[in-house]
């Protein structure tokens, strides 16, 4: 456990800056909240009274005899970087800052909050805030924030930046939707942030889920390092706010132009192992259902309704969401018809139709032998109105769902309600005893398919990195003299090719690389050759180089050209990378040619990766099925291709200076990869 995060959610003893008896005041709500727990001695601190609400209250941390492990800080923001200085002397291990008037309100605050951090960071205090809710820690009673009370106990930790969503805990959990461990809000971030969180949450034993709310990332690499580290225990459930962008990034390259801020947030945090949510209602559903059940490990899933409507619907909206719904064997269909009447129905979905005196032995039964077998991977009951009336019914749901607990069959089992007011009582025992209960199938979908977890990558080691090839510029893009050399170093499948200054040149090239040939107008910031006419393909002989040339000369003006073998007929792929100014290099894949902006069908991997997550990023792609071959065309070998994402993303790895890496299209017939152009952009090298 670290120190900070033992000094704030465990404290001997708090520290309460601002400390006030006057009704309405945040010192005194603070003052209130932090005296209910029963954990910790509460201290006030008053530059000028001698005892606040009946305690003792001292002029500096420093006056206080015993040790001060936290510090609560709500006073005016000019005042807090001297308490900061008086908690170093005092050493006090972590300190909260509520108050606000830091980076928030402008320029002036930003040097404030700095300040605040470099004087905190020196002094070993660590800082969480300022401009923040503060922290909660539910098992223990303590409450040092402004929440109004504090949440039902169970086992999710959340972190957010916004005071809101320590609310919405709060009010969450009151309806018991939601049981919590701990809250921190950290607000401006100065120095605890959400990498501490993820860190401090893995090793908490009352936490079992963790939930994070995110409006910027503090250290992308380390939050990454911190989730491939803890979801592989823990599930980690991610909502990343501020997604929308005021205009796009100015980029040459379609894989700049494809590589948006929050594509590869999203991408980058999945490929750690996390769970990424689109909204708070999400984030809070997702987080409850993994604390109340296992994630679910595969697609499968199974429906039992007393609606056919129901269960049709649900069976719809599974397979939007990438889930199956598959068919059962005939031996399951005949273990579950046993208990259904004639005309009930033992396929997938399972209809128990209006019988309704039986209700209680039919979802029992079919939930058991659904937990039991190995044909699904998890299990939707659907309680509609007088199913969901129905006690016997809920305490069969309730019993399975125990039972497939104690035989560690490791499967969920989540209940689509759909019930009257007077049902209230009924999804309260449901939730109580550890079944989540998602009002109407839209929302159970959305949330059982957030709970399917995927272990974190594990990223292949790489050596130091290269220097930039001998005579490239300070910055811009490589000219083909240089990039194709070093692209041949690193070992990728280029297309045979010559730069040639004149048609004469070019046609004896031809002859050494073997036609058919494609020529390729060589121009100072030509960038999308094919838009400005400057590529022509299928040349056969001499005659058609020569009239390219003078074409190209008369249009573009005079200058060299690229000669490359054509290659053959095959599924046309784009691999490229960028270095994003959050994660470092980012390696993008998807299908290339004209295709690639159209459609904008590509998946994004952290580099560098192994062969088995590029795998994966291929298996993410819509057009997936254009590997597998299409009307008696050759599939692509998905290892090979992996193979080579892998190769491309551990030689930009190694390579700090590439800035936007673009091959596209990549060819790919069969087994064989062929790069027919490629452009790379460096960035200024350090003198």
């Not at 290892?639 to 551990?650: E, F, N």
């Not at 017939?669 to 027919?676: C, D, Y």
Request: charged content about 20%.
């Amino acid at each position: 456990m670290s120190d900070w995060g033992t000094a704030a959610f465990a404290p001997r003893r708090i520290a309460l800056f601002g400390a006030s008896a006057e009704a309405g005041k945040v010192g005194r709500v603070l003052f209130e909240n932090l005296l209910a727990n029963e954990f910790a001695e509460v201290v006030p601190i008053h530059p000028s009274a001698r005892e606040v609400l009946g305690r003792v209250a001292y002029p500096s941390v420093t006056d206080v005899r015993a040790p001060v492990d936290l510090a609560v800080v709500v006073t005016p923001s000019t005042t807090i970087l001297g308490i900061i200085e008086d908690c170093a002397r005092a050493q006090v291990a972590a300190a909260i800052v509520l108050s606000g008037g830091f980076a928030e309100v402008g320029n002036a605050g930003a040097e404030l909050e700095a300040n605040l951090a470099r004087t905190a960071r020196a002094s070993r205090v660590r800082l969480i805030g300022p401009n923040c809710f503060g922290l909660i820690d539910a098992h223990r009673g303590l409450n040092a924030s402004m929440a109004m009370g504090l949440p039902m106990a169970g086992g999710v930790s959340l972190f957010t930046q916004s005071g809101s969503y320590g609310m919405a805990a709060f009010s969450r959990s009151k309806e018991g939707a939601i049981g919590f461990a701990k809250v921190l809000s950290a607000g401006n971030k100065a120095d605890v942030n959400e990498v501490d969180a993820v860190h401090y949450f893995g090793e908490d034993p009352n936490t079992r889920v963790i939930a994070l709310v995110l409006e910027s990332l503090a250290d992308g690499p380390g939050l990454v390092a911190a989730l491939r580290q803890v979801s592989a225990r823990k599930p980690v459930v991610i909502l990343k706010t501020g997604r929308s962008r005021a205009g796009q990034r100015a980029a040459a390259s379609h894989t700049a132009a494809l590589a948006q801020d929050f594509a590869v947030t999203r991408a980058v945090l999945r490929q750690a192992g996390a769970i990424l949510v689109d909204d708070g209602l999400t984030l809070f559903d997702v987080a409850a259902a993994l604390d109340r059940q296992p994630p679910l490990r595969g697609r499968r899933v199974a429906i039992i309704s007393n609606s056919g409507g129901t269960g049709v619907e649900l069976a719809d909206l599974c397979e939007a969401a990438g889930l199956e719904v598959p068919a059962l064997s005939p031996g399951l269909r005949e273990t579950i018809a046993s208990h259904l009447p004639a005309h009930g129905s033992a396929a997938n979905p399972i209809d128990v139709t209006t019988a309704w005196q039986r209700f209680p032995e039919m979802y029992g039964q079919s939930v058991r032998a659904l937990m039991a077998s190995d044909e699904v991977d998890a299990v939707i009951p659907v309680l509609l109105q007088r199913s969901a009336l129905d006690e016997g019914v809920v305490e069969a749901v309730i019993a399975q769902s125990k039972a497939a607990k104690a035989m560690e069959l490791d499967k969920p089992v989540h209940v689509c309600w759909a019930a009257p007011s007077e049902g209230e009582t009924l999804r309260q025992k449901l939730l109580a005893n550890g079944v989540p209960c998602h009002d109407w199938a839209a929302r159970t979908v959305r949330v059982l398919a957030h709970c399917r977890t995927t272990a974190p990558d594990t990223p292949p080691d790489v050596d130091g990195p290269w220097p930039a090839p001998p005579g490239a510029p300070d910055g811009g893009w490589l000219e083909p003299e240089l990039l194709l050399p070093l692209l041949a170093s690193w070992g990728l499948p280029l297309a045979p090719w010559r730069l040639v200054a004149d048609a004469r040149s070019a046609a004896d090239a031809a002859s050494a690389v073997g036609y058919p040939v494609v020529l390729k107008a060589v121009r100072k910031d030509l960038v999308h050759k094919t838009e400005a006419g400057a590529v022509r393909l299928g040349l056969v002989d001499a005659k058609g180089i020569t009239d390219a040339f003078v074409d190209f000369d008369r249009r573009l003006g005079p200058g060299p050209a690229l000669l490359q073998h054509q290659a053959d007929c095959g599924v046309e792929l784009m691999l490229g990378a960028v270095r994003d100014p959050t994660f470092g290099p980012v390696l993008v894949c998807g299908l290339g040619g004209i295709w690639t902006e159209l459609i904008g069908d590509v998946s994004m991997r952290m580099c560098p990766i192994d062969a088995t997550e590029a795998g994966r990023a291929l298996d993410e792609l819509h057009g997936g099925a254009l590997l597998d071959g299409l009307r008696g065309a050759e599939p692509v070998d998905r290892k090979g291709l992996a193979d080579l994402m892998s190769k491309v993303s551990m030689c930009v790895a190694r390579a700090p200076w590439c800035r936007e890496f673009d091959l596209n299209p990549v060819i790919a017939t069969g087994n064989r990869f062929v790069i027919v152009d490629a452009r790379m952009r460096i960035e200024r090298l350090e003198k």
